[in-house]
C-alpha cells in the first residue's frame, strides 16, 4: 500500500457496525507507529486475541467489537514482534456512547442488553428508559455487538 494510501485508510468509512471511528489495540504510543504494520507478516497480534476482535483491514489491525470486547488481557501486545504495540503503552480504549434516536429504551420499549454486558457498571438508566454511559466506561466494547439496534458507538476519539 502507498503512504498516502494508508493515511487515507485511517479516514475511510468502514462497514456498518464499524462506520464509526476505527478503534486500534489499546497498546499503541501514535496512529502513525501502525504504518509499521504493513511491513508484518505474521500479524500475530490477531492470531492471539483471545476475544477474536482483531480485524487486519488493509493492513491494520482494527478492533471489531461486533465480535465481543477487548478485556486488555495484553496478549495482543506481548505477541507483537514489531513493537507497533507495546505492553507500557496500555491504555483505556475511547468511551462508548449510546445514540437515543437508534436506542430501544430511549423509544419506549424495554431493554437492557448493553447494561448487563457491562462488567464495569457503566451504563446506567435514569428510570426505566434513558441508558447512559458513565464516566468509568473503560471502552472495552462489550455492550457494542449486544445492542439488537446498533445504538452505541465509540464517541470522541482523543
Ligand atoms: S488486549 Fe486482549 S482482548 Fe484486547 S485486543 Fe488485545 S488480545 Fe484482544
Ligand atoms: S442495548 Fe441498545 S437498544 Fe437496548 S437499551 Fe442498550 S442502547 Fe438501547
Ligand atoms: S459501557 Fe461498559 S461494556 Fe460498554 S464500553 Fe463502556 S465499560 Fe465496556
Do not use: Q
Not at 95 to 101: E, G, L, N, R
Not at 116 to 132: S, T, W
Amino acid at each position: 500500500m502507498e503512504r498516502r494510501e494508508f493515511f487515507s485508510s485511517f479516514t475511510r468509512p468502514f462497514r456498518r457496525e464499524e462506520r464509526r471511528t476505527p478503534i486500534y489495540p489499546p497498546y499503541f504510543h501514535s496512529r502513525e507507529d501502525f504504518e509499521r504494520c504493513l511491513d508484518c507478516s505474521d500479524k500475530s497480534c490477531e492470531k492471539v486475541c483471545e476475544e477474536g476482535i482483531i480485524e487486519i483491514v488493509d493492513g491494520i489491525p482494527i478492533l471489531n467489537f461486533s465480535r465481543s470486547g477487548c478485556t486488555f488481557c495484553d496478549e495482543c501486545a506481548r505477541a507483537c514482534e514489531l513493537a507497533v504495540l507495546k505492553v507500557e503503552e496500555k491504555r483505556f480504549l475511547p468511551a462508548m456512547v449510546i445514540d437515543p434516536i437508534e436506542c430501544l429504551a430511549w423509544h419506549g420499549t424495554i431493554c437492557s442488553s448493553c447494561r448487563d454486558a457491562c462488567l464495569d457498571r457503566a451504563i446506567e438508566f435514569v428510570g426505566l428508559f434513558r441508558p447512559e454511559i458513565k464516566g468509568n466506561c473503560t471502552g472495552c466494547g462489550f455492550c457494542v455487538g449486544v445492542c439488537p439496534t446498533g445504538a452505541i458507538s465509540v464517541g470522541r476519539v482523543e
